[in-house]
């Protein structure tokens, strides 16, 4: 489900670029989680996620040739019809990180248009869909510009390295359905610099795996990633928790080829409370949970026990909680998140979703 509404902009602001190109990139939800990076955004272990299908964020970049080059990157970005000029330190140090891959981009001007497919007051995670997005816009204007014909193989390994350089786990939404960023043992062509498609046939069970987010804080919020990743630094728990998080991956890995329900979530849930975990045990720490996440946990809990259904939970860095369950079961499972969890979002609702293919050129 793609939006081809119209942007919010007026034509005659884009009238005077040339050419534009337009791409659409889901969200996507770690199941092993990237928390802690070296520089330059680079993961200190792997993560594996499942790509997402509805919560996307859709960019037109237009762009025209300067009338004289300086030694500047001349963008304009709205978000949603209106200029949002919070977002332009985050770009200007995005564009100066992918210059050396990008080296047209000081030629040219560019007019950014990027509006989300879910609420910008949700608490949703925007920059994995954002950064996804405009990485492939400025992949696909290198090769209009510079004839560049790429293999659709580096078309993607280019996205998801530019991305990664905006947001790390945007590296993980140019692709799907199940994607992994970082040097991992068991994954071929597995690298920290770009995410590949996990390489082995995927038990049934996960086809159109759903993931119903429920909204249960939409505010800011209180700490960044960026802020989250810096003080793994100096973590007591770093080194352990890098070497769970590799050693999580195997296993998951084989989850996902064997269909092992029980195993999974016994990962999954494990790997959401442990970067919890590492942020409750932060200097200075933070608590991200709200008393309404815990809430639904235990219900989500008491549901599995008592129906056998193979459902389980995951958490960002966020208090929403993402609901993961197989197709097989949405209709009981809708039902139990109608009558219960919805409760316990106070009326915000949630958002449902499923595992889908990454970035489209619509
Ligand atoms: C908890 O990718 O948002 O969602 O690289 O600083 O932009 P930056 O961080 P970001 O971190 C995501 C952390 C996470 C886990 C994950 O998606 O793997």
Wanted: net charge neutral; glycine share 6%; hydrophobic share 40%.
């Amino acid at each position: 489900m793609k939006s081809n509404t119209p942007f919010k902009m007026s034509m005659s602001k884009i009238s005077s670029f040339i050419d534009s190109v337009t791409y659409t990139a889901p969200s996507n939800i770690a199941l092993i989680k990237y928390w802690g990076k070296k520089p330059v955004q680079l993961p200190c272990n792997a993560s594996l996620s499942f790509t997402l299908n509805n919560c996307h964020t859709k960019t037109r970049v237009s762009y025209k040739k300067k009338e004289a080059i300086n030694d500047e990157f001349n963008f304009q970005f709205f978000f949603e019809g209106a200029p949002k000029p919070s977002f332009e330190p985050k770009l200007q140090s995005f564009f100066e990180r992918i210059e050396a891959y990008c080296p047209f981009l000081k030629e040219y001007e560019f007019l950014i248009e990027s509006e989300n497919s879910f609420p910008h007051s949700s608490g949703i995670a925007s920059s994995a869909s954002a950064m996804a997005a405009l990485a492939s816009c400025l992949v696909a204007i290198e090769s209009k510009i510079e004839g560049t014909d790429f293999t659709t193989a580096e078309k993607n390994q280019k996205a998801s390295r530019l991305a990664r350089l905006g947001s790390g786990s945007a590296a993980r939404s140019i692709e799907g359905p199940i994607m992994v960023w970082g040097k991992h043992d068991l994954v071929t062509g597995s690298n920290d610099d770009y995410a590949v498609v996990f390489d082995k046939p995927i038990a049934p069970i996960f086809q159109n795996f759903q993931d119903t987010i429920l909204l249960i804080d939409k505010g800011e919020k209180q700490v960044s990633s960026t802020v989250g990743h810096g003080l793994m630094k100096n973590h007591p728990f770093a080194k352990q928790r890098f070497l769970e998080a590799n050693k999580n991956l195997s296993v998951l890995s084989k989850c996902l080829v064997d269909g092992d329900m029980e195993t999974f979530i016994k990962i999954v849930e494990h790997e959401a409370l442990s970067l919890h975990a590492m942020m409750l045990t932060s200097d200075p720490y933070f608590i991200l949970l709200k008393p309404n996440t815990l809430k639904a946990i235990e219900e989500i809990r008491a549901f599995r026990k008592k129906t056998g259904i193979n459902i389980c939970f995951t958490l960002d860095a966020g208090a929403n909680l993402h609901v993961l369950y197989p197709n097989s079961h949405k209709k009981e499972v809708l039902h139990f998140i109608d009558n219960v969890l919805y409760l316990i979002t106070k009326g915000q609702g949630y958002i449902c979703d499923y595992i889908g293919n990454g970035v489209e050129n619509i």
